[in-house]
């Protein structure tokens, strides 16, 4: 298929970005969404240009760091996948596709696709972990019981990849729902419960010194998320700290 | 406990708690009001009671206003800060996507609201403070209206069918902010966990009966009197 791209392109975080249109033809609906902008960037070195800067690792939907606002929406149009694992199949011959950085004030842009998210591992290292003593003596994690159902909340609230595209969706640019997951994922096992209290304060406070928005519920954070974390998540957050500080 | 309400989950907390209160608020304003509908007298001896208990006047109202305010300024601080933590616009963004307009339009239907309270004073409010505060006549009696004057003002209102338009149409967009705000309280107080479709169903229940009565208590003293 042939496609119009509408890319946003930024030489560097100081400068000020645009939209530029590229052509892209030929392009396979069996290809994922990288392989088509590594099409265009090829393109655009044998043409002697700046190819378009954009994040990308294990392309296998598991380490976060793709992002890209396609169509209006983080990841595009497709449901529980992330950028790298969007097909072209998705889109139409003749198609015109827009495409954005992340957008949040707490996400600034470094170059063209690529945003520093680098807030989100300032607000794990306040409290998204727990403090095991890992020198030997090591205790064996199934003496520990911990119910089915407890055992299942918790690795749904641990697959947040830490993308961002709730972050990029909210229209407060709230990062709640990142937030809510990595509290979750250890309030609900008892190795976590020691720290409970100051994980919850910590975090939210390192949240909100990096100027996200607040979440009004919308709603769509839990939609556009590649990994289906609910919003139930959100709520157990809220929980945590009306519990830890009242 | 004071550094919780000034951080973003206790504001959320805040303004669902004030929420809370305006929700029961409004479903006994719509319960008294529909005895003008039902049994006009025994709308005018509850109207009489409510303005005239020092209770209801002096606690319950103060609170109430309190509210309303608290509810509103709060409401405008968390969405400049939300506006403030944007970044640059997108060029396109498709919200329908993922999240209901109403959802992402509480600060417009809010202000509609806000507009309405501004209406709704001048007509009644206004009106009654000056009657019981500055006139200093709390004996709820009207000259030329046997018993009570409370059913015979409402029913004068609602002869002029531009506030009858206006007041449709404020409720609409009530219904609009309560289909998003009543679940969206009970989040924030943590509460939707495995209870999400239940809250769901009153939430709607809700948005729909409270708005639609106080319509066709409208519509209804507009055309039978």
């Not at chain 1, 055992?151 to 609230?157: E, K, N, P, R, V």
């Not at chain 1, 010194?209 to 607040?214: P, S, V």
Request: contains cysteine; proline residues 3%; hydrophobic residues 45%.
């Amino acid at each position: 298929m042939d496609l119009t791209l509408k890319i946003w392109r930024q030489k560097d975080a100081s400068s000020k970005g645009q939209m530029v249109d590229y052509k892209v033809t030929e392009i396979s609906g069996s290809m994922s969404f990288l392989e088509m902008m590594d099409v265009l960037n090829e393109q655009l070195v044998n043409a002697g240009e700046e190819p378009v800067a954009f994040d990308h690792d294990c392309r296998e939907g598991i380490c976060g760091m793709c992002s890209m606002y396609i169509n209006g929406e983080a990841h595009g149009p497709d449901r529980g996948v992330t950028t790298c694992q969007l097909h072209m199949r998705m889109f139409k011959d003749g198609d015109t596709i827009t495409i954005e950085p992340f957008r949040a004030a707490a996400f600034p842009v470094i170059r063209d696709l690529v945003v520093n998210r680098s807030a989100f591992d300032r607000i794990q290292h306040a409290g998204g972990y727990i403090s095991v003593n890992t020198s030997g003596n090591t205790q064996d994690a199934n003496a520990t019981l911990i119910s089915k159902h407890a055992a299942d909340t918790a690795m749904d609230a641990a697959t947040c990849i830490g993308c961002g595209a709730c972050v990029a969706t909210c229209k407060n640019s709230s990062a709640m729902l990142f937030v809510g997951a990595k509290v979750s994922q250890y309030a609900l096992l008892p190795q976590g419960q020691v720290e409970a209290a100051d994980r919850v304060k910590n975090m939210v406070a390192q949240m909100d010194l990096e100027g996200f928005g607040n979440c009004t519920n919308t709603g769509a954070c839990e939609v556009e998320c590649p990994k289906g974390i609910s919003l139930d998540n959100i709520a157990r957050m809220n929980r945590e700290l009306m519990k830890a500080s009242i | 406990m004071s550094g919780f309400f000034k951080s973003s989950i206790g504001r959320k907390v805040a303004m669902a708690l004030s929420a809370f209160f305006l929700m029961f608020f409004l479903l006994q304003h719509l319960s008294i009001n529909i005895l003008s509908v039902l049994n006009p007298e025994l709308f005018n001896e509850v109207s009489h009671f409510m303005g005239t208990n020092p209770l209801v006047q002096f606690v319950l109202q103060p609170i109430l206003i309190f509210a309303v305010v608290f509810h509103f300024v709060m409401g405008f601080v968390l969405e400049l800060r939300n506006r403030k933590a944007n970044g640059v616009k997108y060029a396109k963004n498709n919200g329908a996507a993922n999240s209901t307009w109403f959802s992402r339009n509480m600060i417009w239907s809010g202000l509609t609201i806000l507009a309405f309270i501004g209406l709704h004073f001048v007509d009644f409010w206004f009106p009654e403070m000056n009657t019981k505060f500055i006139q200093g006549d709390w004996s709820g009696t009207m000259e030329g209206v046997e018993g009570f004057r409370y059913h015979e003002e409402l029913v004068h209102k609602f002869a002029n069918p531009v506030r009858v338009a206006a007041y449709t149409i404020s409720f609409i967009f009530l219904g609009l902010h309560l289909a998003h705000g009543f679940t969206s309280a009970f989040q924030s107080m943590g509460g939707t966990a495995g209870r999400k479709k239940t809250l769901q169903t009153i939430g709607k229940a809700y948005s729909i009966i409270i708005p639609a009565g106080f319509i066709f208590i409208a519509i209804y003293h507009h055309f039978n009197h």
